[in-house]
């Protein structure tokens, strides 16, 4: 749009999607340790969750979320059982939308949901066989 003053291409808004989303446990379970949250989130955090990337059985994923010292958002691997309160919604914010689309790193391009039916249907399984909800 102002490349011809030299600025570049202006990036469009991204498409809002449907995401699994939950929140950060108040205490995971960590053998001795006791923590509220995790090492890199706090409790009640949410977060953006992709599909199943690998064949763990949703034991550890992709989220997004954050941090709980900078506040920023980050992208990184956690334990499926730290998240709670598991619901499907629409993301429109823009720097979560560019982190589900980019993934964890530049070199390898993850699943992303497809879909509405594809997040209701790995919801309908995670409150079937989940602990906490």
């Not at 950060?24 to 989130?41: A, D, L, M």
């Not at 730290?82 to 390898?108: I, Y």
Request: aromatic letters at 12%; a positive charge.
């Amino acid at each position: 749009m102002l490349s011809w003053l030299g600025w570049g291409a202006v990036e469009s808004p991204q498409k809002p999607q449907w995401s699994l989303i939950g929140n950060i446990v108040e205490q995971p379970e960590s053998g001795t340790e006791v923590r509220r949250g995790t090492k890199h989130f706090s409790p009640g955090t949410k977060i953006y969750a992709f599909p199943a990337q690998w064949g763990d059985g949703y034991e550890r994923i992709i989220v997004v979320g954050r941090h709980r010292g900078s506040r920023q958002f980050v992208t990184m691997v956690i334990k499926s059982d730290w998240v709670t309160n598991w619901r499907a919604k629409v993301v429109h914010n823009p720097e979560v939308l560019r982190r589900l689309k980019e993934g964890v790193c530049r070199f390898w391009k993850p699943q992303n949901w497809k879909d509405e039916k594809e997040v209701m249907k790995y919801l309908e399984n995670l409150r079937k066989y989940s602990d906490h909800g």
